[in-house]
């Protein structure tokens, strides 16, 4: 006989059961331990000690019940303090006590049998002093501290994971002392682990290990192929057919390979835990995994394995079905549930469990105790097939029953809302709608409304109402449905609104009209609905809400656009919280604009600007008024149409020539643009004729200069300067629409203004002698503009503001001449202004200085754009802070140069400019 070195069994959740009766348990130590406890989980023990017994001898009761034991089985338990930390402990560690081979009915030969095995095989206790089973478990798991981070043995014979909150971690003890009484009776190999035989025999256990790599089971294996195969992961199956052929077995659903279970054989190799158990892969867990996996009950296929060994099963006693009492045909009324009671006999007197189904799924049944209740889907009527079963744990008995369901009349129920909304203005449509769970045919009818607010008509299920007598407010409406048994009732709950509207300065606006605005900032306010608005404005086909639409205190700003296109329609939509909605319409026409107003039939200068097009539209040009007076042309070619440029700065602006014919009166001209899609700009016009004057000035003994004060000139490209040589005689041609003021200044004569009415066509001066001339002269130079093109105006400026123009000599595109004379006791020279255009440079004069040549250089400023308040701020700054230039001339002849220059800007006045 062999003593076997105890296997260790590491737990971590794992567990199974079984029944004996002649298992006797020897208590060593650890089952007198007096410390007091509760009972608990069907555990009567008032003590930790008696607990420990009571549910040891629970397993011990379990395994008897499946094996056929014929000499007792003696197991000698003890507690005891083993490793336990709190990530790992070992639970407990049981093996036989020994073995032994060649016994009288040993099933083969030099095989080692454990003890209790053989002792049961020979019919013989062949060690009647000695336990078969040696057992020690952890006492550390009791009320610990950090054993398993606080995990205790749970005592109970019930699932410590539904036994109560404060048990829910713990591990049941029946289900470790019933995996290690197995170890004991034989789950186990006696193979050493450098895979050397013990003894040089094989072991009952380990003759039904086989290698599915080698195709080789271990009896047949030399030592290290028996060593590889204990760390084939997979691979090392249990060959027993008892085992294999298990209702357990065919259950796995992980845990088999080639339709043997897999036995646990991890690499590296687990001393006390490689192969003595079945895979921890098995799926459902099985109480022989080398792990605590779950409170079990049963042995499992712990079973079958010690029957492949050779242990005897104990043979269950013929069993009698149990017979169930007649139930027949059942009925109910629609909506009722039907409870019956069921009844059957059992000769064995079994306790029988009860067990139902139906046929169709508008039944369900449901079973408490021995009541089965049948309960009726809503509305469901008709007969359905109920099968009742029941069964003592082996055998059953069953009916087949009709149901019937007896249909009754159900009311139809509405189905539509019960509260609507609408507009003052709008026919509110609402669909009636009901069900029946009979499906009869329903019809529906008005039964009363308040004929004051509102007018109400039904046609099928389509209900019509318009207020009427400016009610807004809440009103209501009663319906009723029939299915030509049962009529219902229904009020419908309805709040009308105020129409949309849109109110400007302009106009008010109701839904889907439209408004037509000038190209400005648009103000507007919205009134009805229920004065909670979401709003939303598209603009050529896309959402500007955002960049356009500003809200006010109490109402709205529709913007400008910036750039681009800002012709065309604007869908201002707003909704209100009930849904109710309103489309408005605002369209921007496209802007004309002018450079002259009055158009003279001498110039080729005069223009007309359009834009706010998107990029590429055609736009139609049409002259509504003056068709005979002007014609529109675009580089010299007539025009009645022009394709917008992409120019987003400018608004897409499109530039257009403006030719006049002859004028010889006065005429309105009106031109239009517009599109297909874009809403129609305009601009008044007028043609402007000109009549002649005959300008004579007597004794005059040297040239003299015509000023002609009228701003327009230069835009219409006529000068404003005029020479008269002797004999001093001039046409001039002057516009017919107003005054024109004429300065007329020779050298040595007093300075004329006069301002010639439109009717005056010949015209007779004599100018007056100055009796202490003087003179100012010298020259004008630029680098920048042209003196050709645009004559500089040069002009003397008194300290009361009067002016006397300088005559010009010598004009050139970069230089030219003047000279001014003044009655030096009469005329108190202030300043000299130079103005080319939009450039103007101011020399002032000290001590009424005269007889002086003054040179002035002149440029076009720096420009400094002003697109933004704080350009605007700087350049303002320096037109207010900047000191002009004084010009002191120490005696007459002095000659000053004045250089304006970017090199040297040191008191120079700059003008903004504007364009």
Known sequence: MLNKVLLFCLLT??????????????????????????????????????????????????????????IDIKVDAAFSGLACSSGSAILGSAGATGGTWNFPNAPIANTIYPIALANNLANSDTNSITAEISATFNASMDNNANCLNGVNWYYGYDDPATAGAQYSNDMSFLS?????????????????????????????????????????NWGSMTNSERLNSMTNTNNLVWSGANVNNSSAASALTNGLNSGKVEMYAPSPYESGSSVSHFSKDATPNEIMEPRYTEF?????????????????????????????????????????????NLAAADADGDPVTYSASSNNSSVTTSISGNNLALTPAANYFGSVSITVNVSDGTDSDSETFVFTVNAINDAPIFTNNDSVTTLYGDALVHTLS??????????????SYDTSQITASLTGTTLTLQAINNFTGNCSIQVSVSDGTVSVQKTIYI?????????????????????????????????????????????????????????????YQLGMPSSGAFAGEYKITITDSHGESADFTIKRPLRITTNINQLIASSNRQEIYIEGAPAGSIVDLHINQGADLVSMQVNNVNISQVITPDNATNFNR???????????????INISADSVVLPTGSIDLTSLAFHNLALKIHDLSTSANININDDRFPIWGLPTELTMNKPAELILSLPNDQATPLIINAEGYHTKTLAIDTELDQLEV????????????????????????????????????????????????????????????????????????????????????????INVHIEAPFVIDVDTQQDEAQQDSLSNNEEPIIVSAASAGSSLLLLLSLACLIKLRIRKIHR
């Open 495 to 555: 709040t009308i609104f105020d129409d949309f509207s849109l109110t400007s300065n302009a106009a008010t606006l109701t839904s889907d009209t439209a408004l037509t605005i000038t190209n400005n900032n648009f103000n507007f306010s919205l009134n009805g609905g229920d004065d909670n608005y979401s709003i939303n404005v598209t603009f050529n086909g896309k959402n500007v809400t955002h960049d356009l639409l500003t809200s006010l205190e109490n109402s």
């Open 176 to 216: 470790v002392a019933i995996h290690e009484i197995l170890h004991g009776l034989g789950v186990s190999s006696w193979v050493l682990s450098n895979g050397a035989l013990n003894a040089g025999l094989m072991d009952a256990y380990s003759t039904n290990l086989y290698d599915q790599s080698t195709s080789k």
């Open 654 to 668: 499109t530039t257009i020539s403006l030719v006049v014919n002859d004028v010889t009166e006065n005429k309105a």
């Open 434 to 447: 009901a069900s029946d769970a009979d499906f009869d045919d329903l019809s529906f009818d008005l039964i």
């Open 296 to 340: 079990l009950t049963t042995p499992g296929m712990a079973t079958q394995l010690l029957q492949d060994m050779g242990w005897a099963q104990v043979s269950a006693p013929a069993n009698n079905a149990p017979v169930l009492t007649s139930i027949g045909a059942q009925t109910t009324t629609e909506d009722s549930t039907k409870i019956i």
């Open 13 to 70: 959740f794992i567990s199974l059961f079984s029944y004996s009766a002649n298992i006797v348990i020897n208590p060593i130590t650890g089952f007198s331990d007096n410390t007091a406890t509760s009972a608990i989980g069907g555990n009567p023990g008032l003590t930790l000690g008696v607990q420990r017994l009571n549910t040891f001898q629970k397993a011990a009761d379990i395994l008897e019940t499946f094996l056929n034991i014929k």
């Open 766 to 853: 004599t100018l007056e002698l100055l009796e202490n001339p003087t003179t100012i002269s010298g020259n004008i130079t630029t680098s920048s503009l042209d003196f050709v093109a645009t004559h500089p105006l040069v002009q003397l400026i008194s300290d009361d503001e009067s002016v006397i123009p300088a005559k010009l000599t010598n004009i050139s595109s970069k230089s030219v001449s003047y000279s001014v004379t003044m009655n030096k006791e009469t005329f108190t020279a202030k300043l000299l202004r130079v103005t080319q255009g939009e450039n103007v440079q101011e020399v002032y004069l000290l001590n009424n200085q005269s007889d002086s040549i």
